[in-house]
């Protein structure tokens, strides 16, 4: 049994097209059409058992392109998931881009949105034309997720190709298809006419007059299911080719009877319990049943064309053909319905056992186990973020609920911090009030020392009572957490943090100090980023410009190496860039750095005032230096907003008011720069890129051609420049598109 890399593992089987089976039929000449139309997304759509994966499977075997493929499923329905295995998928078929898939993830809409950008360059500057074929996409509902892909499909080259097969309609084809770029394959393709009917019936050695075969297909509708159904009741001599219907009443009746008859009851009850999971692997299905020969019944049943796949070449792990899974769940729902949460539960339990805790939240939380679920989440909170997926952690909570979440207060705090870290002001005060009125003795599972020491820490970044509050708090936590707790880095953050807004900068020093040595100990990116941005202001104020460039280098290197550049605490890292770029005089590199801090400064709201604060006041120092007035009193008109909800923030507020007085013009100066892009024009900015036109992007909008035009126009204006071209060049060197 593996007891390590089984995510890889996983993972690898998601991005390996499966093997191709014997006896199937082929449809080259379907492939050969839709290879030739030249477009570049093929859909294809069709329900259950019309038989989409095997002509992907046969595509993926059969073109000479580099072939890059990816399996869906559930747990994929995430921005943040699925941006990460596009773009790993593609790596596998285009290894030149290999590092694609660590950079394209991030903690909200905005980074995400680039992240689609970046694999779309990706695609664009392709070294060789490739085919990306990407199965069950109906798994797929966010909207989110479909929008993103539209924008990664609107930058396929010529010489390549996107497939997408789905049970239900596909969001992103229609416009495609209204431009020319994508033709879609349905039911009335991938039907079988009874030529290949006779061939089904050959490949189970049963013999079919032309007139039979003709029957079958036309009784079946053409339905590949049902055709091979039928071959599969001939071959049992049961009934004549030409009884089989596609009738689903039917279909069962025939899996009841006939299907499950050729089996021992041994068998038949272990195809019913394992189909209660997505994949299939021998030491798994072990664990589950509680048996030792999961693995050779596995590849009994594969050879006895049991309707049941195999994923890997080394036919490790395999799937049942999604009908014959259903068909499955359905018997053992009906004869043991109290068994199927059991099961799902012993899968939860061999996953989070061998080295694959997320795939284990995944089934648990479609159980009743809230309790346990709960306290995994906690306990993968802080690596989840880290990795660029709090959209997952996001997701998990919104699946457990805020019944659940009030039932494990430790829970309660880690979805309070995360608001915070995710820019959701609101909900992460309402979890701050919550945690307040109640109490919670055990050890968390997330790793702190106490949920006391927890609720400490969130209440000291809030800074709602004022920096005297602030203060008792952080020192509170700091104490609590001990050198091997993986909060302690953030706790001494918080600590210095509170010096800083009681006025003693050489003692934020000295714990920031701290703080970086524990932070790189532990592996904890943020607050390294945190710790050195810190030390580069405070020595910067103090005149240590050169002390303060290796801290602003160390702080760039973690963001950059970790892919941190859509989390708060950047904010503070580019700001301190922009700020030493400007000192230095490189000003192209204070307009790139001052670029990426205005896109950081999106998730730094009243819920962490003092990063906030103090982030938007270094950065207007830098535009105003700069000459980028109108983008200094911007930030702060923000800061004022904060300040109204969070007015007690110590030297801050003096600070302020200092800058401010600097700051009010004389008359009516409108400054060397105009304003920072807006969110609605940096959802426009992704699709600039790409070949498609103002209308078409007003399609994919979902907006009005006006609107999408003065968004554009802005764009340039913003960016200074006269051109798409101009404008998309300009934007990537500034970091606001990928390339």
């Known amino acids: 049994m593996p007891t390590i890399g089984l995510d890889d593992t996983l993972l690898t089987v998601k991005l390996s097209p499966p093997r191709r089976r014997s006896g199937m039929v082929s449809r080259v000449a379907l492939l050969d059409s839709v290879r030739d139309a030249a477009t570049a997304v093929v859909g294809v759509t069709a329900p259950a058992g019309y038989g989409k994966s095997t002509l992907l499977v046969e595509w993926a075997h059969r073109d000479r392109r580099r072939v890059g493929w990816l399996s869906l499923d559930r747990s994929d329905d995430d921005p943040s998931a699925l941006l990460f295995l596009l773009a790993s998928a593609y790596e596998r078929a285009v290894p030149e881009h290999a590092g694609l898939a660590a950079v394209v993830t991030g903690p909200?809409?905005?980074?995400?949105?680039?992240?689609?950008?970046?694999?779309?360059?990706?695609?664009?500057?392709?070294?060789?034309?490739?085919?990306l074929l990407l199965d069950d996409l109906h798994e797929l509902r966010s909207p989110e997720c479909h929008h993103l892909l539209g924008v990664v499909l609107s930058a396929v080259p010529p010489g390549s190709q996107v497939v997408t097969a789905s049970r239900h309609e596909q969001p992103h084809l229609p416009s495609l298809r209204a431009a020319g770029e994508a033709v879609e394959l349905t039911t009335r393709d991938l039907a079988l006419d009874a030529s290949a009917a006779a061939q089904v019936f050959a490949t189970a050695r049963v013999d079919v007059t032309p007139a039979q075969a003709a029957d079958v297909a036309a009784r079946t509708e053409g339905w590949p299911a049902g055709i091979q159904l039928a071959a599969l009741i001939a071959r049992e001599g049961e009934d004549q080719p030409g009884r089989a219907t596609g009738d689903d009443r039917y279909i069962a009746d025939y899996l009841q009877r006939e299907v499950f008859r050729r089996f021992d009851p041994g068998i038949r009850d272990f195809l019913r319990r394992t189909a209660v999971l997505d994949r299939l692997h021998g030491p798994l299905c072990d664990a589950v049943l509680g048996e030792r020969s999961s693995q050779d019944r596995l590849r009994t049943l594969e050879a006895s064309n049991a309707f049941i796949v195999a994923l890997d070449r080394r036919r490790e792990w395999y799937r049942y053909h999604p009908l014959f899974r259903e068909f499955l769940l359905a018997e053992l729902l009906r004869d043991d319905p109290e068994a199927v949460e059991k099961l799902q539960v012993r899968a939860a339990d061999w996953f989070q056992a061998n080295g694959a805790p997320a795939t284990a939240v995944e089934y648990l939380l479609i159980t009743q186990e809230r309790e346990r679920c709960a306290q995994l989440v906690a306990e993968l909170a802080l690596t989840t973020v880290s990795a660029g997926q709090i959209s997952t952690l996001q997701r998990w909570l919104g699946v457990l609920g805020e019944r659940t979440i009030e039932a494990?207060?430790?829970?309660?705090?880690?979805?309070g911090w995360v608001a915070a870290s995710a820019g959701q002001a609101v909900v992460a005060q309402r979890w701050a009030a919550f945690v307040e009125e109640v109490s919670f003795d055990p050890t968390p599972t997330h790793g702190g020392a106490s949920f006391a020491s927890s609720r400490s820490m969130l209440r000291a970044m809030a800074c709602a009572s004022g920096p005297e509050a602030m203060m008792a708090d952080a020192e509170f936590s700091a104490a609590q957490e001990p050198l091997r707790s993986p909060w302690r880095a953030t706790a001494l953050c918080v600590l210095a943090e509170a010096h800083l807004v009681a006025g003693s900068p050489r003692r934020a020093r000295a714990v920031l100090r701290d703080a970086t040595e524990v932070g790189l100990a532990a592996g904890d990116t943020g607050a390294v980023v945190l710790s050195e941005s810190g030390l580069a202001l405070v020595d910067m104020d103090l005149g240590c410009w050169d002390e303060a460039a290796e801290h602003v280098g160390l702080a760039l290197r973690t963001v950059?190496?970790?892919?941190?550049?859509?989390?708060?605490?950047?904010?503070?890292?580019f700001a301190a860039a922009a700020r030493l770029a400007v000192h230095r005089g490189n000003l192209p590199e204070a307009d790139r750095q001052l670029a990426r801090a205005m896109r950081a400064r999106a998730a730094a709201t009243y819920a962490l005032p003092c990063l906030a604060t103090r982030g938007r006041l270094q950065l207007a120092k830098a535009c105003w230096t700069r000459g980028g007035h109108s983008d200094a009193r911007r930030l702060l008109g923000e800061i004022d907003d904060i300040l109204r909800r969070r007015p007690e923030l110590g030297t801050l507020v003096e600070q302020v008011g200092e800058l401010r007085t600097i700051t009010t013009p004389a008359g009516n100066d409108a400054g060397a720069h105009d304003a920072p892009l807006t969110p609605a024009e940096?959802?426009?900015?992704?699709?600039?890129?790409?070949?498609?036109?103002?209308?078409?992007?007003?399609?994919?909008?979902?907006?009005?051609?006006?609107?999408?035009?003065?968004e554009v126009s802005a764009i340039y204006r913003k960016l200074g420049a006269t051109s798409r071209g101009e404008a998309v060049d300009r934007a990537t060197f500034l970091g606001l598109l990928g390339g």
């Open 108 to 131: 909200d809409a905005a980074a995400r949105g680039r992240g689609a950008a970046r694999i779309a360059s990706a695609f664009r500057r392709s070294p060789v034309p490739f085919i």
């Open 408 to 415: 494990y207060p430790p829970l309660a705090v880690l979805a």
């Open 560 to 573: 950059d190496q970790h892919h941190l550049e859509d989390y708060a605490c950047s904010l503070l890292a």
């Open 682 to 710: 940096l959802r426009v900015l992704p699709y600039l890129p790409t070949h498609l036109r103002i209308a078409d992007i007003a399609q994919r909008l979902q907006l009005s051609r006006n609107t999408v035009a003065s």
